[in-house]
């Protein structure tokens, strides 16, 4: 990689964990392409706004998702990074689920990283380098409970199996990709819960305490940096030590 400001899309960066990767990103000198629905709100403080370009992108989408990597090579040149962090959660039991749902569900949490994992590896593969993390979360090692349910566990399982065969099929051009599992983290997807989740949640937790996006963010960090071209394939989990395993 050149010795210029490393590129970097996040998606799912208006708010919450995204927002705390574009601002942890920029401190540490990237410039960040946030893809969303939607811009950040006016009272997000964007430290680096001149370092920062919005792109609306529904990930789900095959030619938004094309547009995004299109607009961002035309304006940068390049892609470095890539944090597929756009998700949503669902609740309830298995037999109380739709298939509308279930299709919903995958089709943002598993179609949308691999639409844009398809669409930046020809670049990355060029460049022969490239960084990719995929937001998954302990609910895939666990089958959902107070962080989601069945469903939304098992498309962030998917995710898991998806950053692994990656990691298998380009780690010899250059590319690393690994999957990033948070905890229960205070984001506007946990403002749900109610108090009895949040306190199991929290006493389930050695640190006795929810996570913070910040914590998600210097995670990030450490698995995009040019020095840890060996980590590959991994899952880290970032939950205060609650999966011990």
């Known amino acids: 990689m050149s010795q210029q400001r490393p590129i970097a899309i996040v998606t799912g960066g208006s708010q919450g964990i995204g927002l705390a990767i574009v601002e942890t990103l920029l401190a540490a000198h990237y410039v960040v392409v946030i893809a969303d629905l939607q811009p950040p709100a006016e009272h997000a403080k964007i430290t680096q706004p001149t370092s920062v370009m919005y792109q609306q992108c529904d990930v789900s989408d095959e030619k938004s998702v094309e547009e995004l990597v299109i607009k961002t090579v035309a304006q940068?040149?390049?892609i470095d990074v890539v944090i597929n962090n756009a998700g949503i959660v669902c609740q309830g039991e298995l037999t109380s689920l739709s298939q509308k749902t279930w299709q919903r569900v995958f089709k943002i949490n598993v179609e949308g990283p691999f639409l844009l994992c398809r669409a930046v590896l020809p670049i990355m593969q060029q460049q022969q380098h490239g960084r990719i993390v995929n937001i998954?979360?302990?609910?895939?090692?666990?089958?959902?409970?107070?962080?989601?349910?069945?469903?939304?566990?098992?498309s962030k399982g998917a995710v898991i199996s998806l950053s692994k065969g990656i990691a298998r099929e380009y780690g010899?051009?250059?590319?690393?990709c690994n999957t990033l599992c948070p905890g229960y983290v205070e984001t506007p997807l946990t403002e749900a819960m109610s108090e009895a989740q949040v306190e199991y949640a929290v006493n389930a937790i050695?640190?006795?305490?929810?996570?913070?996006?910040?914590?998600?963010?210097?995670?990030?960090?450490l698995l995009v940096s040019e020095k840890n071209s060996y980590i590959n394939g991994v899952t880290l989990n970032v939950d205060g030590g609650l999966i011990r395993y």
């Open 76 to 78: 940068y040149g390049r």
């Open 206 to 221: 050695p640190a006795k305490r929810p996570g913070k996006p910040s914590d998600i963010a210097e995670a990030i960090l």
């Open 136 to 154: 998954a979360s302990v609910a895939a090692q666990t089958g959902g409970g107070f962080l989601g349910n069945t469903c939304y566990a098992s």
């Open 172 to 176: 010899s051009q250059g590319i690393t």
